[in-house]
T-cell receptor
Framework: DGGITQSPKYLFRKEGQNVTLSCEQN?????MYWYRQDPGQGLRLIYY???????QKGDIAEGYSVSREKKESFPLTVTSAQKNPTAFYLC??????????????FGQGTRLTVV | AQTVTQSQPEMSVQEAETVTLSCTYD???????LFWYKQPPSRQMILVIR??????QNATENRFSVNFQKAAKSFSLKISDSQLGDTAMYFC???????????????FGGGTRLMVKP
C-alpha cells in the first residue's frame, strides 16, 4: 500500500541532544513537508522540499535542519538550538496530478518530548 | 503571505444533526485550492474535502459539503447527519496553485474542535 511512514511514534530527548525524526513515502511525490503542532493549535510549517537536494525554510525553521538526498526520504533533525522542542510533528507529501488537482498526504506523526 | 482563520475554537452538535464550521482566508492569488482536514484522536490528518478556486460549484463528499464564497474569501464546511465518528479537530487549509510537477505548501488555520454528542 502507498503511504507515508513516520518513525518513531514517540520519542524522548534529553536537553542538549540532537534527535532525528524519520519520514519515508512510497507515493512518488516530489514535495515533502514538516509541520509542528502544539496542543490546541494549528500546524506550522518548519521546512519543505519540492525536489531532491533542495529544501526551503518554512515559518519556524530555527533550531531545525533537514536533508533531501532521496525522493522517498525527508528526515528532520531537532537540534539543541530549538528551545522548546516538545511537540507533535507531522510529515506530509504532495503532488500535482494530471487534472491539476493537488492534495497532501500525511503521516501518523511523531510525538517528541524533552526530558 | 496567506493566512487562514477559523473563528470557532470549539463546537458541539447532537448526533444526526447538521453543523457548519467556518473558515476565512486572505490571499492575493487568483488560483488556489482549499481543503478541510480531519484530525481524530489518533492524530493522523485525513483529507475530508477539497475545492478548486476556479470552480464555482461547491464540492460535496457524501455527508460533507462546502460553501465556497470566493469574493468573500470564505470556505465553510457543512456536516450533515453528524455521527459520533465525526468527533475530531477540523483544519481548514490553503494551497497556492503553482506550475506543473511542483509541490505546494499548505497553510493551516488554527482548527475547530468538534464534539458530536449522542
Amino acid at each position: 500500500d502507498g503511504g507515508i511512514t513516520q518513525s518513531p511514534k514517540y520519542l524522548f530527548r534529553k536537553e542538549g541532544q540532537n534527535v532525528t525524526l524519520s519520514c519515508e513515502q512510497n507515493l512518488n511525490h516530489d514535495a515533502m513537508y514538516w509541520y509542528r503542532q502544539d496542543p490546541g493549535q494549528g500546524l506550522r510549517l518548519i521546512y519543505y522540499s519540492q525536489i531532491v537536494n533542495d529544501f526551503q525554510k518554512g515559518d519556524i525553521a530555527e533550531g531545525y535542519s533537514v536533508s533531501r538526498e532521496k525522493k522517498e526520504s525527508f528526515p528532520l533533525t531537532v537540534t539543541s538550538a530549538q528551545k522548546n522542542p516538545t511537540a507533535f510533528y507531522l510529515c506530509a507529501s504532495g503532488q500535482m496530478n494530471r487534472d491539476w488537482r493537488t492534495e497532501a498526504f500525511f503521516g501518523q506523526g511523531t510525538r517528541l518530548t524533552v526530558v | 503571505a496567506q493566512t487562514v482563520t477559523q473563528s470557532q475554537p470549539e463546537m458541539s452538535v447532537q448526533e444526526a444533526e447538521t453543523v457548519t464550521l467556518s473558515c476565512t482566508y486572505d490571499t492575493s492569488e487568483n488560483n488556489y485550492y482549499l481543503f478541510w482536514y480531519k484530525q481524530p484522536p489518533s492524530r493522523q490528518m485525513i483529507l475530508v474535502i477539497r475545492q478548486e478556486a476556479y470552480k464555482q460549484q461547491n464540492a460535496t463528499e457524501n455527508r460533507f459539503s462546502v460553501n465556497f464564497q470566493k469574493a468573500a474569501k470564505s470556505f465553510s464546511l457543512k456536516i450533515s447527519d453528524s455521527q459520533l465518528g465525526d468527533t475530531a479537530m477540523y483544519f481548514c487549509a490553503f494551497m497556492k496553485q503553482k506550475g506543473a510537477n511542483a509541490g505546494n505548501m499548505l497553510t493551516f488555520g488554527g482548527g475547530t474542535r468538534l464534539m458530536v454528542k449522542p
